[in-house]
């Protein structure tokens, strides 16, 4: 059964396997645009882990975690450097 939802207004898990190419081209790919999508995650994350009433450590833990990925993934280069020289 086809969807009545447009393409261009479809969410990523709503759309089909072989409609996912022309679903990335309809994407706002401007500056604005990519602002826009950055601020709309902003505010889901904000208030699905942080604007709680019960809140607890899995909002903060994962921005540490993320954190923690993106550093290790910027200094790999200099770490497997330092894992292969010799010491004497």
């Not at 602002?35 to 009433?53: L, P």
């Not at 903060?60 to 975690?65: A, E, F, N, P």
Request: net charge positive; proline share 3%; charged share 25%.
């Amino acid at each position: 059964m086809a969807s009545l939802v447009p393409l261009k207004e479809r969410k990523l898990m709503d759309v089909k396997l072989g409609e996912l190419p022309s679903w990335i081209l309809m994407r706002d790919f401007t500056p604005s645009g990519i602002v826009g999508a950055f601020q709309r995650g902003y505010s889901r994350y904000f208030n699905k882990y942080i604007n709680v009433k019960k809140g607890g450590v899995a909002g903060i833990s994962m921005v540490l975690t993320a954190y923690v990925v993106f550093s290790y993934c910027l200094s790999y280069k200099e770490l497997k450097h330092e894992r292969l020289r010799k010491y004497h």
